[in-house]
Protein backbone atom coordinates (compact mmCIF):
# COMPACT_ATOMS: atom_id res chain seq x y z
CA UNK A 1 0.00 0.00 0.00
CA UNK A 2 1.71 3.04 -0.99
CA UNK A 3 1.67 5.66 1.53
CA UNK A 4 3.37 9.42 1.95
CA UNK A 5 3.04 11.08 5.22
CA UNK A 6 3.40 14.88 5.86
CA UNK A 7 2.59 18.44 7.95
CA UNK A 8 -0.12 20.72 7.23
CA UNK A 9 -1.37 23.96 9.26
CA UNK A 10 -4.57 24.08 12.12
CA UNK A 11 -6.77 26.56 12.40
CA UNK A 12 -5.21 30.15 13.21
CA UNK A 13 -7.69 30.59 15.93
CA UNK A 14 -9.02 28.93 19.44
CA UNK A 15 -12.28 28.89 21.08
CA UNK A 16 -10.61 29.36 24.18
CA UNK A 17 -8.19 31.98 25.15
CA UNK A 18 -6.03 29.67 26.92
CA UNK A 19 -5.37 26.55 24.01
CA UNK A 20 -2.37 27.25 23.23
CA UNK A 21 0.73 28.81 24.90
CA UNK A 22 1.51 32.00 22.91
CA UNK A 23 -1.66 33.16 21.16
CA UNK A 24 -0.42 33.32 17.98
CA UNK A 25 0.37 29.56 17.95
CA UNK A 26 -0.90 27.30 15.21
CA UNK A 27 -1.07 23.62 15.85
CA UNK A 28 0.99 21.23 13.28
CA UNK A 29 -1.16 18.32 11.46
CA UNK A 30 0.46 15.44 11.11
CA UNK A 31 -0.77 13.14 8.69
CA UNK A 32 -0.53 10.03 6.27
CA UNK A 33 -2.15 10.08 2.61
CA UNK A 34 -2.93 6.09 1.36
CA UNK A 35 -3.24 5.72 -2.74
CA UNK A 36 -5.19 3.50 -4.71
CA UNK A 37 -3.82 0.42 -6.54
CA UNK A 38 -6.10 0.93 -9.27
CA UNK A 39 -5.06 2.94 -12.52
CA UNK A 40 -7.64 5.29 -13.34
CA UNK A 41 -9.30 4.02 -16.61
CA UNK A 42 -7.95 7.60 -18.47
CA UNK A 43 -6.42 10.11 -17.67
CA UNK A 44 -8.22 13.00 -15.95
CA UNK A 45 -8.41 16.52 -14.66
CA UNK A 46 -8.17 17.04 -10.75
CA UNK A 47 -11.17 18.93 -10.87
CA UNK A 48 -12.90 16.18 -13.68
CA UNK A 49 -11.69 13.22 -11.31
CA UNK A 50 -15.24 11.51 -10.19
CA UNK A 51 -13.30 9.31 -7.98
CA UNK A 52 -13.96 9.78 -3.85
CA UNK A 53 -11.08 11.52 -1.92
CA UNK A 54 -11.64 10.43 1.98
CA UNK A 55 -10.49 12.27 5.20
CA UNK A 56 -10.22 9.87 8.44
CA UNK A 57 -10.57 11.51 12.04
CA UNK A 58 -9.61 9.48 15.14
CA UNK A 59 -10.76 8.74 18.17
CA UNK A 60 -9.51 10.03 21.69
CA UNK A 61 -6.60 7.82 22.92
CA UNK A 62 -5.34 6.62 19.43
CA UNK A 63 -3.81 7.90 15.97
CA UNK A 64 -4.04 7.95 12.20
CA UNK A 65 -2.66 4.59 11.64
CA UNK A 66 -4.91 2.28 13.02
CA UNK A 67 -7.38 3.20 10.11
CA UNK A 68 -4.86 1.19 7.94
CA UNK A 69 -6.60 -2.48 8.20
CA UNK A 70 -9.63 -0.91 7.41
CA UNK A 71 -7.69 0.91 4.78
CA UNK A 72 -6.52 -1.99 3.34
CA UNK A 73 -9.43 -3.50 3.38
CA UNK A 74 -11.35 -1.16 1.20
CA UNK A 75 -8.63 -1.04 -1.52
CA UNK A 76 -8.18 -4.76 -1.75
CA UNK A 77 -12.01 -4.56 -3.28
CA UNK A 78 -12.23 -3.41 -6.74
CA UNK A 79 -15.42 -2.05 -5.95
CA UNK A 80 -14.00 0.18 -3.58
CA UNK A 81 -10.69 0.69 -4.09
CA UNK A 82 -11.49 1.73 -7.95
CA UNK A 83 -13.74 4.21 -7.01
CA UNK A 84 -11.01 5.66 -4.34
CA UNK A 85 -8.60 7.83 -5.41
CA UNK A 86 -6.77 8.97 -1.96
CA UNK A 87 -7.52 8.30 1.61
CA UNK A 88 -5.75 11.06 3.71
CA UNK A 89 -5.67 10.30 7.71
CA UNK A 90 -4.28 12.48 10.01
CA UNK A 91 -3.78 13.16 13.74
CA UNK A 92 -5.62 15.27 16.59
CA UNK A 93 -3.75 18.67 17.05
CA UNK A 94 -2.58 17.14 20.91
CA UNK A 95 -2.33 13.25 19.70
CA UNK A 96 0.40 10.89 17.48
CA UNK A 97 2.47 12.66 15.53
CA UNK A 98 0.91 15.67 15.71
CA UNK A 99 0.83 16.06 19.72
CA UNK A 100 4.97 15.70 19.34
CA UNK A 101 5.51 18.12 17.56
CA UNK A 102 2.67 20.31 19.06
CA UNK A 103 3.87 19.54 22.64
CA UNK A 104 5.26 22.94 23.29
CA UNK A 105 2.03 24.56 22.01
CA UNK A 106 -0.75 22.98 23.71
CA UNK A 107 -1.98 25.26 26.36
CA UNK A 108 -4.58 23.95 29.45
CA UNK A 109 -7.90 24.48 27.61
CA UNK A 110 -9.89 22.59 25.29
CA UNK A 111 -13.01 22.55 22.98
CA UNK A 112 -13.95 19.92 20.32
CA UNK A 113 -15.53 22.67 18.18
CA UNK A 114 -11.24 23.55 17.40
CA UNK A 115 -11.05 20.00 16.30
CA UNK A 116 -13.87 20.69 13.89
CA UNK A 117 -12.05 24.05 12.52
CA UNK A 118 -8.67 22.33 12.68
CA UNK A 119 -10.55 19.29 9.47
CA UNK A 120 -11.45 22.29 7.68
CA UNK A 121 -8.38 24.20 7.95
CA UNK A 122 -6.24 20.69 6.74
CA UNK A 123 -8.31 20.23 3.84
CA UNK A 124 -8.30 23.97 2.48
CA UNK A 125 -4.09 23.31 3.52
CA UNK A 126 -4.06 20.36 1.05
CA UNK A 127 -6.62 21.57 -1.39
CA UNK A 128 -9.36 19.14 -0.31
CA UNK A 129 -12.95 20.24 -1.10
CA UNK A 130 -15.45 18.92 -3.22
CA UNK A 131 -15.55 22.31 -4.32
CA UNK A 132 -12.60 21.25 -6.46
CA UNK A 133 -15.22 19.31 -8.68
CA UNK A 134 -13.94 15.75 -7.03
CA UNK A 135 -16.01 14.41 -4.11
CA UNK A 136 -14.95 14.37 -0.67
CA UNK A 137 -15.74 12.38 2.04
CA UNK A 138 -15.32 12.81 6.00
CA UNK A 139 -15.11 9.96 7.97
CA UNK A 140 -14.40 9.97 11.82
CA UNK A 141 -15.06 7.96 14.63
CA UNK A 142 -16.46 8.63 18.70
CA UNK A 143 -14.25 12.33 19.00
CA UNK A 144 -13.67 12.35 14.88
CA UNK A 145 -17.08 11.74 14.13
CA UNK A 146 -17.90 15.14 16.13
CA UNK A 147 -15.15 16.50 14.40
CA UNK A 148 -16.70 15.51 10.78
CA UNK A 149 -20.34 16.64 11.84
CA UNK A 150 -19.57 19.64 13.34
CA UNK A 151 -16.78 20.84 10.28
CA UNK A 152 -20.09 20.14 7.80
CA UNK A 153 -21.52 23.00 9.75
CA UNK A 154 -18.44 25.59 9.40
CA UNK A 155 -18.35 25.19 6.35
CA UNK A 156 -20.97 23.67 4.24
CA UNK A 157 -19.83 22.74 0.75
CA UNK A 158 -16.77 21.25 1.83
CA UNK A 159 -17.52 17.46 1.78
CA UNK A 160 -19.63 15.42 -1.07
CA UNK A 161 -20.95 13.19 2.47
CA UNK A 162 -20.25 12.21 5.99
CA UNK A 163 -19.60 9.15 7.90
CA UNK A 164 -20.06 9.17 11.65
CA UNK A 165 -19.10 6.38 13.99
CA UNK A 166 -19.93 6.28 17.18
CA UNK A 167 -20.03 9.85 17.11
CA UNK A 168 -20.02 11.78 20.49
CA UNK A 169 -22.48 14.44 19.33
CA UNK A 170 -25.06 13.89 21.98
CA UNK A 171 -25.12 13.84 26.03
CA UNK A 172 -28.29 13.37 27.78
CA UNK A 173 -27.93 16.42 29.76
CA UNK A 174 -29.49 17.51 26.83
CA UNK A 175 -33.18 16.09 27.04
CA UNK A 176 -32.61 14.86 31.05
CA UNK A 177 -29.84 16.64 32.81
CA UNK A 178 -29.77 13.48 35.50
CA UNK A 179 -28.79 11.27 32.39
CA UNK A 180 -25.69 12.94 32.02
CA UNK A 181 -22.21 11.27 32.74
CA UNK A 182 -20.13 11.78 35.62
CA UNK A 183 -16.99 13.18 34.31
CA UNK A 184 -14.87 13.14 37.57
CA UNK A 185 -15.62 9.41 38.06
CA UNK A 186 -14.27 8.70 34.26
CA UNK A 187 -11.59 10.84 34.77
CA UNK A 188 -10.25 9.16 37.81
CA UNK A 189 -10.38 6.23 35.83
CA UNK A 190 -8.49 7.18 33.26
CA UNK A 191 -6.02 8.74 35.32
CA UNK A 192 -5.78 5.50 37.57
CA UNK A 193 -5.53 3.01 34.45
CA UNK A 194 -3.21 5.48 31.89
CA UNK A 195 0.53 4.73 31.79
CA UNK A 196 2.79 7.03 29.26
CA UNK A 197 6.24 6.50 29.91
CA UNK A 198 7.92 3.00 30.52
CA UNK A 199 12.05 2.24 31.47
CA UNK A 200 12.18 -0.50 28.27
CA UNK A 201 10.41 -1.98 25.48
CA UNK A 202 9.76 -5.09 26.85
CA UNK A 203 8.06 -3.16 29.98
CA UNK A 204 6.09 -0.73 26.92
CA UNK A 205 4.75 -4.26 24.95
CA UNK A 206 3.93 -5.62 28.40
CA UNK A 207 1.32 -2.72 28.64
CA UNK A 208 0.37 -2.73 25.19
CA UNK A 209 -0.66 -6.24 25.01
CA UNK A 210 -2.13 -6.75 28.09
CA UNK A 211 -3.14 -3.66 30.68
CA UNK A 212 -3.82 -1.00 28.50
CA UNK A 213 -6.79 0.44 26.35
CA UNK A 214 -5.17 -1.32 23.42
CA UNK A 215 -5.39 -5.04 24.17
CA UNK A 216 -8.80 -6.20 23.23
CA UNK A 217 -8.02 -4.19 19.32
CA UNK A 218 -7.67 -6.44 16.79
CA UNK A 219 -4.77 -8.07 15.85
CA UNK A 220 -4.05 -5.84 12.74
CA UNK A 221 -4.34 -2.77 14.71
CA UNK A 222 -2.32 -3.36 17.37
CA UNK A 223 0.22 -4.44 14.43
CA UNK A 224 -0.21 -0.96 12.79
CA UNK A 225 -0.32 0.76 16.39
CA UNK A 226 2.54 -1.22 18.08
CA UNK A 227 5.59 1.02 16.78
CA UNK A 228 4.01 4.13 15.94
CA UNK A 229 2.41 5.16 19.04
CA UNK A 230 5.72 5.42 20.75
CA UNK A 231 8.63 7.30 20.96
CA UNK A 232 11.70 6.69 22.70
CA UNK A 233 13.71 10.17 24.39
CA UNK A 234 16.24 10.18 28.02
CA UNK A 235 16.12 6.16 27.33
CA UNK A 236 12.61 6.05 28.22
CA UNK A 237 9.68 4.76 25.59
CA UNK A 238 7.02 7.48 25.67
CA UNK A 239 3.35 7.35 24.46
CA UNK A 240 3.01 10.11 22.06
CA UNK A 241 -0.63 10.94 23.40
CA UNK A 242 0.23 11.45 26.83
CA UNK A 243 -2.52 10.85 29.87
CA UNK A 244 -2.82 14.61 30.06
CA UNK A 245 -3.87 15.22 26.21
CA UNK A 246 -6.37 11.97 27.04
CA UNK A 247 -7.85 13.87 29.73
CA UNK A 248 -7.98 17.09 28.15
CA UNK A 249 -9.84 15.79 25.22
CA UNK A 250 -12.42 14.41 27.49
CA UNK A 251 -12.85 17.89 28.83
CA UNK A 252 -13.21 19.72 26.21
CA UNK A 253 -15.96 17.56 25.11
CA UNK A 254 -17.89 18.90 27.63
CA UNK A 255 -18.32 22.54 26.39
CA UNK A 256 -18.83 21.38 22.86
CA UNK A 257 -21.59 18.28 22.52
CA UNK A 258 -24.92 20.93 22.88
CA UNK A 259 -23.31 22.58 19.95
CA UNK A 260 -22.48 19.92 18.00
CA UNK A 261 -25.80 18.68 18.74
CA UNK A 262 -27.42 21.49 17.50
CA UNK A 263 -25.55 21.81 14.63
CA UNK A 264 -26.81 18.76 13.06
CA UNK A 265 -29.98 20.66 12.19
CA UNK A 266 -27.68 22.34 9.32
CA UNK A 267 -26.22 19.64 7.60
CA UNK A 268 -27.69 19.13 4.41
CA UNK A 269 -25.53 16.23 2.46
CA UNK A 270 -25.45 12.66 3.05
CA UNK A 271 -24.48 11.25 6.38
CA UNK A 272 -24.65 7.84 7.58
CA UNK A 273 -24.44 7.41 11.38
CA UNK A 274 -22.71 4.15 12.72
CA UNK A 275 -23.72 2.73 16.22
CA UNK A 276 -22.19 -0.57 17.49
CA UNK A 277 -24.58 -2.84 18.84
CA UNK A 278 -23.10 -3.79 21.64
CA UNK A 279 -21.47 -0.09 22.64
CA UNK A 280 -22.39 1.38 26.02
CA UNK A 281 -19.96 5.08 25.74
CA UNK A 282 -22.45 7.25 24.24
CA UNK A 283 -26.09 8.11 25.49
CA UNK A 284 -28.56 4.69 24.78
CA UNK A 285 -30.94 7.77 22.92
CA UNK A 286 -27.77 8.61 20.94
CA UNK A 287 -28.86 6.85 17.74
CA UNK A 288 -32.53 8.25 17.77
CA UNK A 289 -31.29 12.14 18.67
CA UNK A 290 -28.84 12.15 15.99
CA UNK A 291 -30.91 10.56 13.24
CA UNK A 292 -34.23 12.87 14.51
CA UNK A 293 -31.51 15.91 14.09
CA UNK A 294 -30.49 14.55 10.95
CA UNK A 295 -33.89 14.53 9.25
CA UNK A 296 -34.06 13.10 5.48
CA UNK A 297 -30.09 13.41 5.01
CA UNK A 298 -29.25 10.39 7.66
CA UNK A 299 -28.88 7.17 7.44
CA UNK A 300 -28.66 4.67 10.64
CA UNK A 301 -26.81 1.56 10.49
CA UNK A 302 -26.14 -0.34 13.78
CA UNK A 303 -23.73 -3.15 12.98
CA UNK A 304 -24.60 -6.15 15.98
CA UNK A 305 -22.44 -7.36 18.05
CA UNK A 306 -19.58 -4.64 18.32
CA UNK A 307 -18.57 -1.64 20.91
CA UNK A 308 -17.49 1.65 20.90
CA UNK A 309 -14.41 0.98 19.85
CA UNK A 310 -15.66 -0.67 16.71
CA UNK A 311 -13.10 0.42 14.05
CA UNK A 312 -9.83 -0.61 16.38
CA UNK A 313 -11.88 -4.05 17.65
CA UNK A 314 -13.60 -4.77 14.59
CA UNK A 315 -12.33 -3.56 11.86
CA UNK A 316 -14.03 -5.87 9.05
CA UNK A 317 -17.09 -5.18 9.66
CA UNK A 318 -16.53 -1.32 10.45
CA UNK A 319 -14.67 -1.42 6.84
CA UNK A 320 -17.53 -3.50 5.14
CA UNK A 321 -20.22 -1.58 7.19
CA UNK A 322 -19.30 1.79 4.69
CA UNK A 323 -18.99 0.30 1.22
CA UNK A 324 -22.21 0.38 0.28
CA UNK A 325 -22.43 4.12 1.48
CA UNK A 326 -19.27 5.27 -0.76
CA UNK A 327 -20.42 3.78 -3.53
CA UNK A 328 -23.77 5.46 -3.42
CA UNK A 329 -22.26 8.83 -2.10
CA UNK A 330 -20.57 9.03 -5.31
CA UNK A 331 -23.29 8.17 -7.45
CA UNK A 332 -25.19 11.08 -5.41
CA UNK A 333 -22.04 13.66 -6.04
CA UNK A 334 -22.03 12.53 -10.13
CA UNK A 335 -25.88 12.84 -10.38
CA UNK A 336 -26.25 15.90 -8.48
CA UNK A 337 -22.68 18.12 -9.26
CA UNK A 338 -21.55 16.24 -11.63
CA UNK A 339 -20.14 17.66 -14.87
CA UNK A 340 -22.55 19.02 -18.06
CA UNK A 341 -23.03 16.83 -20.90
CA UNK A 342 -21.54 19.40 -23.77
CA UNK A 343 -24.23 17.52 -26.32
CA UNK A 344 -27.57 18.29 -24.22
CA UNK A 345 -26.30 20.72 -21.39
CA UNK A 346 -28.17 18.44 -19.04
CA UNK A 347 -26.07 16.58 -15.84
CA UNK A 348 -24.91 13.42 -16.84
CA UNK A 349 -25.86 10.30 -14.85
CA UNK A 350 -23.74 7.97 -12.75
CA UNK A 351 -23.56 5.44 -15.62
CA UNK A 352 -22.15 7.29 -18.64
CA UNK A 353 -20.08 9.83 -16.15
CA UNK A 354 -17.01 8.06 -17.14
CA UNK A 355 -17.66 8.91 -21.05
CA UNK A 356 -17.98 12.52 -20.88
CA UNK A 357 -15.71 14.61 -22.80
CA UNK A 358 -11.61 15.50 -21.92
CA UNK A 359 -11.70 19.36 -22.32
CA UNK A 360 -9.06 21.08 -24.35
CA UNK A 361 -5.33 20.54 -22.48
CA UNK A 362 -4.99 24.48 -23.08
CA UNK A 363 -7.91 24.92 -20.14
CA UNK A 364 -5.42 23.40 -17.63
CA UNK A 365 -2.91 25.97 -18.44
CA UNK A 366 -4.22 29.25 -17.78
CA UNK A 367 -4.19 30.61 -14.24
CA UNK A 368 -6.85 32.99 -13.93
CA UNK A 369 -11.03 32.54 -14.08
CA UNK A 370 -11.46 34.71 -17.10
CA UNK A 371 -8.42 32.87 -19.31
CA UNK A 372 -10.04 29.49 -18.27
CA UNK A 373 -13.20 30.78 -19.50
CA UNK A 374 -12.25 31.70 -22.82
CA UNK A 375 -10.79 28.43 -23.01
CA UNK A 376 -13.30 26.62 -21.84
CA UNK A 377 -16.28 27.75 -24.27
CA UNK A 378 -14.97 25.86 -27.15
CA UNK A 379 -15.17 22.62 -25.03
CA UNK A 380 -18.97 23.59 -23.56
CA UNK A 381 -19.84 26.32 -26.13
CA UNK A 382 -23.15 25.55 -26.42
CA UNK A 383 -24.24 24.66 -23.12
CA UNK A 384 -22.59 27.48 -21.71
CA UNK A 385 -23.86 30.07 -24.24
CA UNK A 386 -27.08 28.51 -23.52
CA UNK A 387 -26.43 29.18 -20.01
CA UNK A 388 -25.68 32.83 -20.91
CA UNK A 389 -28.35 33.79 -22.49
CA UNK A 390 -30.85 32.41 -19.68
CA UNK A 391 -31.20 31.79 -16.30
CA UNK A 392 -28.09 29.27 -15.52
CA UNK A 393 -28.96 28.77 -11.63
CA UNK A 394 -30.36 25.51 -12.56
CA UNK A 395 -27.48 24.06 -13.91
CA UNK A 396 -25.85 22.28 -11.74
CA UNK A 397 -22.11 21.52 -11.79
CA UNK A 398 -18.01 21.62 -10.83
CA UNK A 399 -17.55 25.31 -9.37
CA UNK A 400 -15.50 26.20 -11.78
CA UNK A 401 -18.13 26.09 -14.16
CA UNK A 402 -20.56 27.46 -11.92
CA UNK A 403 -18.34 30.44 -11.35
CA UNK A 404 -17.46 30.44 -15.31
CA UNK A 405 -21.39 30.75 -16.03
CA UNK A 406 -21.54 33.53 -13.24
CA UNK A 407 -18.65 35.59 -14.98
CA UNK A 408 -19.99 35.20 -18.08
CA UNK A 409 -23.15 37.09 -16.82
CA UNK A 410 -21.28 39.73 -15.51
CA UNK A 411 -19.32 40.71 -18.45
CA UNK A 412 -22.94 40.40 -20.78
CA UNK A 413 -23.97 43.62 -18.77
CA UNK A 414 -21.31 45.35 -19.26
Known sequence: MLKKSGVVKGATTRTKKYAT???????????????????????SAPHLDTRLRLVLCHATGVQKEYWEPIIERWFADPAIGGIVSEIYAYDNYSHGDSGLLNRHKVGNESNWLDNSRDLVAFCHGLGLSSRNGSPLVAIGHSLGGSTCLYAAVLDPGLFTSIVAIEPVAYDGSISNPKKAKDPLRLLHYMKSSLKDEFSSREDWLNYFEKESMYAPFDLRVKSALRDTLVYQEDGKYKVKTPTWAHVQSYIGSRHSIRAIYNGLLNIGIPTLHIVGGSARWNHPDTGKAISHALGEVGELIVVPKVGHMLVAENPVETADSVKSFLVKSRKHWIDNEGCLDPATGKVSSSKDYDSLFIPDP?????????????????????????????????????????????????????
Do not use: C, M, W
Open 21 to 43: VHRDDIFDLAYNVYYSPYVAKRP
Open 362 to 414: EFFEHDTLGQKVEAHRNSIGHALDLAVKGDASHLPGPDILRQAIDLANAKAKL
